[in-house]
């Protein structure tokens, strides 16, 4: 799977949007963009993922640039609990390939009261 | 509720002592996996099994065992622990393929002494 590149941490106020961006510029046609978020002493917890099209859910939106060689997570209104570990990773989900999620560093993302 | 569950949370043993980490999930998912998560390390895919009786290994198996005897269970088993395997261990399941939504259990803290 290409690599994800993220700023090592970010930081917001509370209510406010935040916008978390990725970079891969080495993604390939069949990769999908999926982020996770790891919340201080939980495990990883899905947040959304998509293809080509720019995606919403209850969570948060995903848009996606037209080359596809970066993305952007928005939070529409930060909370303190939003306060995590946020993972963009890349997956070739096409194939139906048993491979696992590869996790990078992520964005820690801190969210100020 | 839908869920991952991992027992112990947190487990403290000696060098060479065998133990077992027991992961169970009420989805009815056909995928389950075993990650371990290092400081700099990221997560990484230990064993995954695609349904019963399939297991394979992922990225680091080495002196970990697996078995997938039940479609929930997905136990972890450390035949011989060494002090290198103490680590953040965690389940995740999912609906096969798993480039679908992972589910990730709490997590168990292992120490090796």
């Known amino acids: 799977d290409a690599k994800t590149t993220q700023p090592n941490s970010m930081e917001s106020n509370e209510e406010e949007p935040v916008h978390l961006p990725c970079n891969h510029s080495?993604?390939?046609?069949?990769?999908?963009i999926h982020w996770y978020r790891q919340l201080p002493s939980q495990g990883p917890e899905y947040v959304i993922h998509?293809?080509?099209s720019n995606v919403n859910n209850r969570m948060a939106s995903l848009a996606i640039a037209e080359d596809r060689k970066s993305s952007t997570l928005i939070l529409h209104r930060a909370t303190l609990r939003d306060a995590a570990v946020y993972y963009c990773?890349?997956?070739?989900?096409?194939?139906?390939?048993?491979?696992?999620?590869?996790f990078g560093k992520g964005t820690h993302l801190i969210i100020q009261p | 509720e839908a869920q991952v569950t991992q027992n112990p949370r947190y487990l403290i043993t000696v060098t060479g002592k065998k133990l077992t980490v027991t992961c169970s999930q009420n989805?009815?998912?056909?995928?389950m996996s075993w990650y371990r998560q290092d400081p700099g390390l990221g997560l990484r895919q230990i064993y995954y099994?695609?349904?019963?009786?399939?297991?394979d290994k992922g990225d680091v198996p080495e002196g970990y065992k697996v078995s997938r005897k039940e479609k929930r269970n997905f136990p972890l088993i450390l035949e011989s622990p060494s002090p290198n395997q103490t680590s953040l261990y965690f389940c995740?399941?999912?609906?096969?393929?798993?480039?679908?939504?992972?589910?990730f259990g709490p997590g168990t803290r292992l120490t090796v002494l």
């Open positions: 995740a399941s999912s609906l096969s393929p798993p480039g679908t939504t992972q589910f």
């Open positions: 080495t993604i390939s046609g069949t990769d999908y």
């Open positions: 998509g293809l080509t």
């Open positions: 990773i890349l997956r070739d989900d096409s194939g139906g390939g048993a491979d696992g999620l590869t």
């Open positions: 989805m009815n998912h056909e995928y």
């Open positions: 099994s695609m349904n019963v009786e399939v297991t």
